[in-house]
């Protein structure tokens, strides 16, 4: 068996599946069945996979499973396998006997004829459908399939193959010796001069910016050697729309940052297109043109590379710059706008709050009639204005049938909502980190977002490592989300779930987790049900404390008919409903005395 870096089975597994890391393995849908469930797990040490679902438990080492994938015999797919990772491997015999390594690409014994391999692939349904001239002797193909469908992007099944020509003028399967190099349009290899270059993630996207007269190129499977074409250039990555395409253009903007870029910077995809989708979705789903690209890219966000330690590991910058001293004259002169609402006594301008309430206490329901209310201008319970009306993004990750729901809640919705800017997207895959920040604040400036709501911070949130400070990790996670809200002017609402072991403390208290989540939000809005009701009560207690505006708590009662909440009361006596209701159910609107009362309540 041939052993692989943990580097190079990162490597390869990013190009074969959609995975994640889950403790020491990757796990992710099955690309052999097509899954859609995370049954599908790789061994980082190993590079060994399996499927617990419909592949029946069945394994395989990298080796294996590329043979299995491209439908080839043991020779294609090491020659796969090393256009993946970019480098050579020991030449093994189908038994596994280690020879000797190949020391060159003139050994025809190791070559295999490019038509061979597609012919092949042919026999398994896939034809050739492009070729990307990387230099007149070195191309990729892209092949899809004649039947099979991604699912998750409802497109043909693809897969590509390197071929070289050999110095005697045949085409081999393989890149051939030496570097891979990096693929470049026919604008970015006519220019005279360095300027703006865009990234994408494949070489048709690469030609299609091209059509629209801008200088592209490919950073799918970019080395820091092939990086290096690009000193001088102003970079700016598109990656594709979901989680994978994301990490895949982070770690790309790593090695162009250390290749010598003059800048690096990474777009958001606009939120129109499908999942998976890129600029060509853009063009030829939505009708861009020259001119929608160069604003996408104009706004595209500056990337800053992570500073590593010796052996490669992130590390934080412990350098720390010394406090300005401001005087009171400095103080005064400081441009520092005053807090504002966006509604009324509940919700700030900008900033992150939290949402916090026990299981079934109507968190989500209070959060979609806050969105209506941003989105149509009407009044929250019909009391409280709205200050900016603007669009909303509702990110539903707690519920699995969440979009359902909330369809449910706008069709019976008191307030009018045909047209307004309520925005969902249909399946979030992502949790909370780098990636999830990048494709949030990119909705938020495409969509000129006003409020977004968090359905929940615990479904965004991924497993914490062991050994990491759990204060810091979620003062961290919501001083980002606040920050993120504030340099965008909009509001975050995060919903989030009461602790369990908080029935002695006060309201403000009582969110799961540490203090650090109250401590790093604007404003925290606390949903209760009346002790003294029994569970199918209608009423609700809110109660409302927010950093620079007043306290408030309120009286909601839901209505079945057209799930919300409409407005009882306000004010310190809030908390006193149940009592007020023994008192009317007793005297009405009979005036009585301090006696009548000790009689009538015991």
Same mark, same amino acid.
């Given at each position: ?13 990013? %190009? ?27 061994? %980082? ?200 395409? $994301? ?20 777009? $958001? ?227 989030? $779930? ?100 000790? $009689?009538?309540?015991?």
């Amino acid at each position: 068996m041939i052993s692989f870096t943990p580097g190079q089975i990162r490597t390869y597994w990013a %190009l074969r599946a959609k995975l994640r890391k889950v403790g020491a393995e990757l796990r992710g849908p099955c690309p052999i069945h097509n899954g859609k469930r995370d049954s599908f797990a790789v061994n %980082l040490e190993t590079g060994q996979a399996c499927c617990h679902s419909e592949c029946g438990g069945r394994g395989w080492d990298i080796v294996g499973f590329e043979q299995l994938y491209s439908a080839c015999d043991f020779q294609a797919a090491l020659v796969n396998i090393e256009a993946i990772l970019g480098t050579s491997l020991s030449n093994v015999n189908a038994g596994g006997n280690h020879r000797k390594q190949r020391a060159s690409g003139d050994n025809q014994a190791a070559k295999k004829l490019a038509a061979v391999v597609r012919a092949e692939l042919a026999n398994s349904g896939f034809r050739p459908l492009q070729e990307f001239n990387y230099r007149d002797d070195v191309r990729t193909v892209r092949f899809e399939h004649s039947s099979q469908i991604q699912a998750d992007k409802q497109r043909p099944e693809k897969t590509y193959r390197w071929e070289h020509r050999g110095a005697d003028g045949i085409w081999y399967s393989g890149a051939g010796p030496g570097p891979k190099p990096m693929y470049t349009n026919s604008v970015f290899a006519n220019r005279d001069q360095a300027g703006v270059a865009i990234g994408f993630e494949g070489e048709a996207k690469a030609d299609l910016a091209g059509e629209l007269g801008f200088a592209a190129f490919s950073f799918k499977d970019i080395s820091e050697a092939a990086a290096a074409v690009l000193i001088d250039w102003e970079v700016v990555l598109w990656p594709d729309a979901d989680p994978a395409g $994301h990490n895949s253009c982070r770690r790309s903007a790593e090695l162009i940052a250390k290749a010598g870029a003059r800048s690096v910077a990474i777009a $958001h995809p606009p939120p129109d297109i499908p999942n998976g989708g890129d600029i060509v979705d853009a063009v030829r789903g939505l009708g861009w043109k020259a001119a929608d690209v160069k604003r996408l890219v104009d706004g595209a966000q500056p990337f800053s590379p992570a500073k590593r330690d010796g052996e490669g590991k992130v590390v934080s910058d412990q350098r720390v710059k010394a406090p300005r001293i401001l005087s009171v004259d400095d103080i005064l002169k400081l441009d520092i706008p005053e807090a504002s609402m966006l509604i009324e006594g509940n919700v700030a301008a900008s900033g992150a709050s939290l949402i916090v309430g026990a299981a079934k206490s109507g968190k989500t329901l209070v959060a979609v009639q806050m969105a209506i209310s941003v989105a149509s201008g009407a009044p929250l319970y019909g009391n409280y204005r709205v200050f900016a009306p603007g669009p909303v993004l509702f990110v539903e990750k707690d519920d699995p049938s969440g979009v359902g729901s909330v369809k449910t809640i706008l069709q019976r919705s008191r307030v009018p909502v045909s047209g307004i800017p309520f925005h969902m997207p249909e399946c979030v895959e992502y949790q909370f980190g780098p990636a999830f920040l990048d494709w949030l604040e990119g909705q938020i400036i495409s969509l000129s977002i006003r409020l977004v709501v968090l359905d929940s911070y615990t479904a965004l949130r991924g497993p914490r490592p062991k050994g990491v400070d759990i204060v810091k990790a979620e003062q961290s996670d919501l001083r980002q989300l606040d920050a993120l809200a504030k340099r965008n002017n909009c509001a975050i609402l995060v919903i989030h $779930h009461s602790s369990k072991g908080s029935a002695g403390l006060d309201w403000s208290e009582k969110a799961a987790g540490t203090f650090a989540m109250t401590a790093a939000t604007e404003s925290q809005i606390f949903i209760s049900r009346f002790p003294d009701f029994d569970g199918a009560a209608a009423e609700r207690l809110i109660r409302i404390r927010g950093r620079h505006f007043e306290d408030l708590e309120m009286v909601l009662r839901f209505l079945k008919e057209t799930l919300d909440y409409e407005h009882v009361m306000e004010g310190g006596a809030a908390a006193l409903y149940p009592m007020l209701q023994q008192f009317r159910t007793a005297f009405g609107n009979q005036v009585f005395s301090p006696k009548e009362l000790a $009689h009538a309540t015991g």
